[in-house]
Every structure is written in C-alpha cells, then in structure tokens.
C-alpha cells in the first residue's frame, strides 16, 4: 500500500500543480484531432463524377476524344480530385497573372484548352476544388497573403492513353507533358505583355478586375516585371542543347540548379565571377568590376532579388558596369551552374510509397523521413518559393535547422523559410499508398492471348524477373526491392546517373559543415557534389516550420508531419539490392552510378520507355541496338542493315495508343522528332531479350529472342 502511495502521489501533486498546462495540451491535441476529422472529410467534398475530366473536340495532332473514363487504380472521384488540386507550395507566378495571360501572338489566354493541350497537360473542367478549371496538378497556393499558381505532382504524374476516340486517365502514371516548351511559352508570353503597350494595358485592366491582390496599376506593372524576369533567369540558367521534347525533363539537373542559385554566398559568387574567361582566354571581369555588381550583395547567403540584380548589372553598359553579350553571360552561367542535359521520363507513381529506393538511379532512401525529404526537393525544384535568409544565432525557428544541417558555429546561419507544404507533401505521399496499377482494359484495347501470355510467363521468368519481380499490386502489405544494375553493366545512357554525382557547385554556408553519408561522415567542401548541398538543403527546409501559421499550431504541425512520416511509413531502412559498384570512402556515392529495375505493373501505360524515353515501344525495347563500327574498330562486328532493331529516330507526343507493340504512335504526324545519336538521347543497353546484356550475376547472356518469343513475351507484359 505505501508503495503504491509512493507512485500516485508524485503524479498527483504534478497534475495539482500543473493542470492548467495539461488541459492546455489536452485541448490542443484534441483540436488537432478534429482537424484532422474535418480535413478528411473535406478531402471527399469534390465527387465530380468525372474527375473534372473534359472532352477536347479540336486536339493537338488532331487527337479528339470523348470525355476521359477512368480504370480501377483503388481511388475514386474525389481521391483523383485531391491529388489533382492539392498544393505543394509551388509559386510558379502569380494566380492572377496566370488566368489572364495571353500568348505573345495573338489574345488567346495561355491556359485555353487549346493550349493545354498543345503542351500535352490535361485539361479539366472547373469543380468545387478547381473553380477556375485549371488542368491536372496545377493547384492555387496562398504564402505570405498572395494567392500563387504552381504545380504539384499530379501535372508530370498523371497521364492519358487514347484508342480510338476514346480516352483513360491514368492516375500516377508519366505525363506526356513538354514542360520545357511551356516555360518557354510563358516567358514569351510575360515579356510580349510588358513590351507591348495595348496587351500590356489589357493585361492590366483584367488583373485589376479580378479584384484579388493586385488593387493598382503600378503594382500589376512592378509584378509583371519581377515575376517575367524571374521565368527568364529560369530559363536561361537551364538551357540546355538537349531537346527535351515531350515526356521527359531533367528534373535533378533543374533542382540541382535551383539549389545552386539560392545557397551561393557573396564570396564565392565574386570567385565564380573572376574565373570566367572569354574567348581569347582573358578573364571577362576585372576586380572592380565584380565589386561594382555585388554592391549591397549579402555576404552569406545571395537572395533571389539579389541575384536577379547582379545578373542585370552584369549586361549593363552603365558606368563601372561590364555590358556583357549573351555569349558572355552563358559562359558565366555555365562557371555557377550546371547543364541539364539528361531528361528522363517522368516516373510512374504507383507502388512508389511500398518501394524500398526511389528515383532512376535509387538515389533517395524510402525509409524514415527519406520521402519527405525527397518531395521537398522536388518542390524546391518547380517553384517553391525560397525566402532563405542569414541571421546571427539565436533563438528562433531557424535554430533547429540549423543545428540539423551542421551550421552551428557558423557566425552567421540560414533560415530555410520557404512556402514548401510540409504537411501537404505528408498527406500526398500517404495518399498514394492506396494507388494501384491500372490492368489492360480488354473491352477498349482488345483480349489478351492467354495461351501467348502462359508462354510469355515462362519466358519473363527467364529473362525478365531476376530484376523486374512480379508482385501483386492490391497487397496491402507489398514491399518492392529495387534491383540495382551498374550502368556500365546495363549499358543503358549514362548521363542522369553520372551527372547525379559528378556535377559540383558553390556549397554556400554548408562549406566545412558535416553531412553523414552510407560510409561515414564527411566536411562539405568549398566545391562540392551538388547531391550533397541538395541534401543539406532539403534537411533546412524540412526542419523548418511553416511560417505562414501561428506559433503553436506551426510547432504542432510540424511535430504531427515528422511523426506520421515515420509512423506511417512501413520501409526499413536496407541496403541496395542488385549489382552495383559499392561506396568507398574515396568515391563515396559510387552506388549512384547505376539504374534501378522495378516491378513492372501497369507497365503497358508507361511509353516511351528506358529512364530517357528513349524506345517508344515494349515491342522495340526487346530488339537490339543496331551496331555501325567506326573505321578504326578493327574488332567491332557490325550488324546487317536488313536485321530488325530499335528505332534510331521516331516522332514523340501523341496519346494514341498501339496495343501491338504497346506504346503510343511513333510515326505519321506533326509532333517532336527524337533522334538517339546524344548523350542524354542515347537507346542502347538494356538488351536482354536480343542476347547481349548479362543477366544480374554479371555473367549469364542468354539467347536472343526470335519473334514469336518476343510477342509472347509482350503478351504477359500486358496481364502484368
């Protein structure tokens, strides 16, 4: 009795003395918790039947089709409709400026369908989340009391397959967009709008009507000026001599360069800037002059203002000022940046949540808080707004993420206050868990041979399923092991995993700072992996609170993200599967040299295929890469013109779909030519069926195929 006395008593005097704190915390999580009721089932308000999905009577390629159905993926209409509209806190441009600008050429608004279309986005009709129509995964964000168009996942992460008039969309699956060509669009656009006085005053009129943030002229006219310049500064910094083309970006070289530009400090700027030679071999600038552009620059972090100053400093001709030519600039670009040469095909997202790594290269961890992490990159690579700032040390909110990403005794740190959604990327990425494959719809693209497809089983087992497991999509309880394969094994084009690891910039106030790596620690140097101030920089942001919220409920929500990215997320932190060149401490992200391998479900509505798009037909991927020998290979064995191979050239960006061969149309009309002669283009690799790339022990080549093993092959391919 005294001994249980002894127990109860410490906790009565501390809820005697302390009860006004435990109702306080009581009642905050229990509002937590009802918020978390309300927002669920808010989430299902908007049950458009048809998932927003519209009909196009006048297509790009002139491909019409009747209003879009969708296939059973495990989401109903207002799953799709969430994860079409939610934001990640993407700033793109202003959402005012968004719903009325024209093109360059002519008054039609840049978001018509027509439009849309063109860019191969997928228009929607307007809905209760979406009263202004936007397309799929163009989402309306609000950060610091403006109201912001951006993109979240579903804009590169939802795609369509037309046959014959009719349309699937196909939730989580690649995106036949051209990113790259609307970026290019909306630049013209913005500058077509400030240079020409009757669009200009139109432009004006209609944001000012809109009757939203912008209540005057001058400051509709200072906005169009600041947001057009920084699409331009975007564009020019990622220009690349790569044509993307439909279907594919860079999307890490883009982050990459993002990262770049929001974390180099005053002095490494200033030495970035004396190391740019011109032609003859002089260097363009002289010490006055870079001091004369980094007037009012911030020693320890360059602002995104500041940036876009120097850069209009740099062109000027004013007094003091270089006026450098565009040849000029591109060689200062190409000394802070890098190119990104090497799109890839935007990954399908089913089963990404059950998958052990991620990304083509399996550069990211699924464990833990890895895909918080990851999506916070992603963010920050299309248009987080990233208010990153110095300050001496305190007692802040910057504090923590500070002391996460080693800054401690730096005299001055960052604060990583961004409008990247924490919270909202947690619920997407859990939202996804109940996405599955999409099976073949016999009824639209015609009956499986069960006979050629009980053969094709044996032959994937052969051939296919060392690397690409088989796994059954509505396990709850599913884990899918990615299989590593060395790219010089694969023989597949290098250039994504290369550039993921030996691409370096300026590490800003990360230099000299600590980061853990898969074999140990390491200092951050001056010039560094870009992977490494990537990941340095995704830790500040995620250990940010949300500065748009209040003071406890920005803690609380901060606290629930972390907790549910841990507590939801079933993947243990593991090795990597395959065979692949291991870390060492002398090359210490050698593992990022290599391609990963995935189940292959849903795997019909994924074309074009490879990670770079680069073979538009599961049919094609089974032939072999024609060999031509150069002059001086005296033992190269060059195949015979009249063999069957993979296309070396074919057209890209329609939506009509071959159930033959499994990929869209490839030939016999307007769209994107894809050539395969570059790096970042190249088609080869990945030869199994056509008997020249070993298995996974490195060892084991096994027959080609002949025809009819190849079409049983594609056969099961479609049941999987």
Same mark, same amino acid.
């Given at each position: 009795?005294?001994?249980?006395?002894?127990?109860?008593?410490?906790?009565?005097?501390?809820?005697?003395?302390?009860?006004?704190?435990?109702?306080?915390?009581?009642?905050?999580?229990?509002?937590?918790?009802?918020?978390?009721?309300?927002?669920?089932? @808010? &989430?299902?308000?908007?049950?458009?039947? $048809?998932? !927003?999905? #519209?009909?196009?009577?006048?297509?790009? /390629?002139? =491909?019409?089709?009747?209003?879009?159905?969708?296939?059973?993926?495990?989401?109903?209409?207002?799953?799709?409709?969430?994860?079409?509209?939610?934001?990640?806190?993407?700033?793109?441009?202003?959402?005012?400026?968004?719903?009325?600008?024209?093109?360059?050429?002519?008054?039609?608004?840049?978001?018509?369908?027509?439009?849309?279309?063109?860019?191969?986005?997928?228009?929607?009709?307007?809905?209760?989340?979406?009263?202004?129509?936007?397309?799929?995964?163009?989402?309306?964000?609000?950060?610091?009391?403006?109201?912001?168009?951006?993109?979240?996942?579903?804009?590169?992460?939802?795609?369509?397959?037309? @046959? &014959?008039?009719?349309?699937?969309?196909? $939730?989580? !699956?690649? #995106?036949?967009?051209?990113?790259?060509? /609307?970026? =290019?669009?909306?630049?013209?656009?913005?500058?077509?709008?400030?240079?020409?006085?009757?669009?200009?005053?139109?432009?004006?009129?209609?944001?000012?009507?809109?009757?939203?943030?912008?209540?005057?002229?001058?400051?509709?006219?200072?906005?169009?000026?600041?947001?057009?310049?920084?699409?331009?500064?975007?564009?020019?910094?990622?220009?690349?001599?790569?044509?993307?083309?439909?279907?594919?970006?860079?999307?890490?070289?883009?982050?990459?360069?993002?990262?770049?530009?929001?974390?180099?400090?005053?002095?490494?700027?200033?030495?970035?800037?004396?190391?740019?030679?011109?032609?003859?071999?002089?260097?363009?600038?002289?010490?006055?002059?870079?001091?004369?552009?980094?007037?009012?620059?911030?020693?320890?972090?360059?602002?995104? =203002?500041?940036?876009?100053?120097?850069?209009?400093?740099?062109?000027?001709?004013?007094?003091?000022?270089?006026?450098?030519?565009?040849?000029?600039?591109?060689?200062?670009?190409?000394?802070?940046?890098?190119?990104?040469?090497?799109?890839?095909?935007?990954?399908?997202?089913?089963?990404?949540?059950?998958?052990?790594?991620?990304?083509?290269?399996?550069?990211?961890?699924?464990?833990?808080?890895?895909?918080?992490?990851?999506?916070?990159?992603?963010?920050?690579?299309?248009?987080?707004?990233?208010?990153?700032?110095?300050?001496?040390?305190?007692?802040?909110?910057?504090?923590?993420?500070?002391?996460?990403?080693?800054?401690?005794?730096?005299?001055?740190?960052?604060?990583?206050?961004?409008?990247?959604?924490?919270?909202?990327? =947690?619920?997407?990425?859990?939202?996804?868990?109940?996405?599955?494959?999409?099976?073949?719809?016999?009824?639209?693209?015609?009956?499986?041979?069960?006979?050629?497809?009980?053969?094709?089983?044996?032959?994937?087992?052969?051939?296919?399923?060392?690397?690409?497991?088989?796994?059954?999509?509505?396990?709850?309880?599913?884990?899918?092991?990615?299989?590593?394969?060395?790219?010089?094994?694969?023989?597949?084009?290098?250039?994504?995993?290369?550039?993921?690891?030996?691409?370096?910039?300026?590490?800003?106030?990360?230099?000299?700072?600590?980061?853990?790596?898969?074999?140990?620690?390491?200092?951050?140097?001056?010039?560094?992996?870009?992977?490494?101030?990537?990941?340095?920089?995704?830790?500040?942001?995620?250990?940010?609170?949300?500065?748009?919220?209040?003071?406890?409920?920005?803690?609380?929500?901060?606290?629930?993200?972390?907790?549910?990215?841990?507590?939801?997320?079933?993947?243990?932190?593991?090795?990597?599967?395959?065979?692949?060149?291991?870390?060492?401490?002398?090359?210490?992200?050698?593992?990022?040299?290599?391609?990963?391998?995935?189940?292959?479900?849903?795997?019909?509505?994924?074309?074009?295929?490879?990670?770079?798009?680069?073979?538009?037909?599961?049919?094609?991927?089974?032939?072999?890469?024609?060999?031509?020998?150069?002059?001086?290979?005296?033992?190269?064995?060059?195949?015979?013109?009249?063999?069957?191979?993979?296309?070396?050239?074919?057209?890209?960006?329609?939506?009509?779909?071959?159930?033959?061969?499994?990929?869209?149309?490839?030939?016999?009309?307007?769209?994107?030519?894809?050539?395969?002669?570059?790096?970042?283009?190249?088609?080869?690799?990945?030869?199994?069926?056509?008997?020249?790339?070993?298995?996974?022990?490195?060892?084991?080549?096994?027959?080609?195929?002949?025809?009819?093993?190849?079409?049983?092959?594609?056969?099961?391919?479609?049941?999987?």
């Amino acid at each position: 009795m005294l001994r249980l006395t002894s127990l109860i008593a410490p906790g009565y005097y501390l809820w005697r003395h302390r009860k006004p704190v435990y109702v306080l915390l009581a009642l905050l999580l229990l509002s937590m918790l009802v918020a978390l009721i309300i927002g669920k089932t @808010y &989430q299902h308000w908007d049950d458009d039947p $048809d998932r !927003g999905a #519209a009909a196009v009577s006048e297509g790009y /390629f002139g =491909e019409n089709y009747s209003t879009p159905i969708y296939l059973n993926q495990g989401w109903d209409a207002a799953d799709s409709l969430w994860f079409y509209t939610t934001t990640q806190g993407s700033n793109l441009l202003p959402y005012d400026f968004f719903l009325v600008l024209e093109l360059a050429s002519s008054d039609e608004l840049l978001r018509s369908t027509r439009n849309i279309d063109r860019f191969r986005y997928l228009p929607q009709k307007p809905t209760f989340f979406n009263p202004d129509g936007l397309p799929v995964g163009f989402a309306k964000d609000t950060y610091q009391g403006t109201d912001y168009m951006g993109f979240t996942c579903a804009a590169c992460h939802t795609g369509q397959v037309n @046959y &014959q008039g009719q349309a699937m969309r196909i $939730d989580g !699956g690649p #995106a036949m967009a051209d990113m790259v060509g /609307f970026l =290019e669009t909306l630049e013209q656009s913005m500058m077509a709008t400030l240079n020409q006085p009757e669009k200009r005053q139109r432009f004006i009129n209609q944001v000012i009507a809109l009757d939203n943030d912008y209540q005057r002229e001058a400051d509709v006219l200072s906005g169009l000026e600041e947001w057009a310049s920084r699409i331009q500064l975007y564009n020019t910094v990622n220009h690349s001599h790569v044509d993307y083309g439909y279907a594919r970006l860079d999307a890490f070289g883009r982050i990459y360069n993002r990262v770049l530009q929001h974390i180099i400090n005053r002095q490494q700027l200033a030495e970035a800037l004396s190391m740019v030679t011109g032609p003859s071999g002089n260097t363009l600038l002289d010490t006055l002059q870079i001091d004369k552009v980094l007037e009012g620059v911030d020693n320890t972090i360059v602002s995104e =203002e500041q940036f876009a100053e120097v850069i209009v400093r740099l062109q000027s001709d004013a007094a003091g000022y270089p006026g450098l030519n565009l040849r000029d600039m591109l060689r200062i670009r190409d000394q802070l940046f890098n190119e990104p040469n090497a799109p890839v095909s935007y990954p399908f997202l089913w089963d990404i949540v059950q998958s052990d790594y991620v990304q083509w290269n399996g550069l990211a961890s699924n464990a833990g808080v890895g895909p918080l992490g990851r999506n916070t990159g992603e963010v920050i690579g299309v248009f987080g707004n990233l208010d990153w700032t110095a300050h001496k040390p305190g007692f802040d909110f910057s504090s923590l993420s500070a002391l996460i990403t080693g800054q401690r005794r730096k005299h001055e740190q960052i604060n990583f206050k961004s409008s990247i959604d924490l919270i909202n990327l =947690e619920r997407l990425e859990a939202h996804l868990k109940s996405l599955i494959s999409p099976d073949w719809p016999e009824s639209i693209l015609g009956s499986i041979d069960v006979n050629k497809a009980a053969r094709g089983r044996q032959i994937y087992a052969q051939y296919c399923e060392s690397c690409h497991e088989v796994i059954q999509p509505r396990n709850w309880d599913r884990v899918v092991i990615g299989k590593m394969m060395a790219v010089d094994r694969i023989g597949t084009d290098p250039a994504m995993a290369s550039n993921s690891v030996n691409y370096k910039g300026k590490s800003g106030n990360f230099n000299q700072t600590i980061q853990e790596t898969d074999v140990g620690k390491l200092y951050i140097a001056n010039d560094a992996p870009v992977v490494q101030i990537l990941t340095s920089a995704t830790t500040g942001v995620v250990a940010t609170p949300d500065a748009d919220k209040l003071f406890v409920r920005r803690w609380l929500d901060w606290l629930y993200t972390l907790a549910m990215s841990f507590f939801q997320n079933d993947i243990k932190a593991t090795v990597k599967s395959g065979n692949y060149t291991p870390d060492t401490t002398a090359q210490p992200y050698n593992s990022l040299l290599a391609y990963k391998a995935r189940s292959l479900n849903g795997i019909w509505a994924t074309a074009p295929y490879l990670h770079n798009g680069s073979v538009p037909t599961l049919y094609d991927l089974l032939l072999p890469k024609q060999r031509i020998c150069a002059a001086s290979e005296s033992e190269c064995v060059a195949d015979p013109d009249e063999g069957e191979y993979r296309p070396d050239s074919f057209i890209v960006g329609s939506r009509e779909f071959d159930p033959v061969k499994v990929g869209f149309r490839s030939a016999g009309y307007a769209g994107k030519q894809f050539t395969t002669h570059r790096v970042g283009d190249l088609n080869g690799g990945h030869e199994y069926g056509a008997g020249r790339t070993a298995q996974l022990d490195g060892k084991t080549v096994l027959p080609a195929l002949d025809e009819q093993q190849r079409w049983d092959l594609i056969e099961y391919l479609k049941t999987l």
